[in-house]
């Protein structure tokens, strides 16, 4: 590993369910890490695996040269960077920041200017994979911004990805999540729509998953939540509460563009009915109860004799 690329302790800010997995293979590739969370538990877990923790923001601002954000939301990014309490007034120049959650890509360039007048590199890194590819290092990452900090850092992207692809200009990274979290937002609302009507034509709902997951019907998000479906298994995963930002991003870019979208359109009507029936804690295969219930059919594994 070139040890240029991170004379200090990287930081990590965010050890939940996808950061600690990021945070492990960075430990795992060499990195030492200085972490920081909000949840004690998380802190701990992380500290057990070998990183070095911190008691706030400012130490890790004041230490770092390269930190890594794992946040669940646009507003968060934003106070950590520029709150009372966050990062901003302890970075210098040279320093380079990597969000690698969901950040809109509107906040991601302004952040970026804000933080070139002090010499730091701000990139939109996000990544894309459950909390299992996070825990492999096989995460796939969009990267957007300046070329040379890319260049510096792709040893720490590297370690907790494997497939990274550099976008262009600052936001782009972030743009690109919105497409490929759009692709997969309507895979999933099709399923949702599919599944029920399966069911009510009469066809074994645990073979007809099996058919289209070997046939040309297959898609990623099929794979992941068909098979939790059929076992009334709605738990593990992403929350579609924490979600809906992916869906307004995208509705906002069909305004701006002056465009409509009738998949997307359609997909997110199923999202917003799912969150308006009070399933924001479920993951996405939960949507399949909003055609559930109109269709009058239950998807499961058939009880067999």
Known sequence: MNRSVAPSPVGFIGVGSMGSGMARNLLKAGFPLLAYDTCREALDRIARSGARTAENLTRVGGICERIVLMLPDTRVVEDVLFGDKGLKPQLKAGHIIIDCGTTHPDFTREASRILADLGVHFLDAPCSGMSSRAADGTLTLMVG?????????????????SSIYYMGASGNGQLAKIVNNTLFNISCAALAEMLPLTVRLGLDAEKMCGAVMTGSGQSYGFDTFAPLILERNFEPGYPMANARKDVDAITGIMENEGVRLPL?????????????????????????QVWEAVLGVKVQKAQRS
């Open 145 to 161: 911004g300046d070329k040379g900090a890319h260049f510096a850092v792709e040893p720490l992207l590297n370690a907790m990805g």
């Open 264 to 288: 997307v359109t359609a997909a997110a009507d199923t999202f917003r009915a799912a969150l308006d029936q009070g399933m924001g804690n479920l993951n996405k295969g939960g949507m399949i």
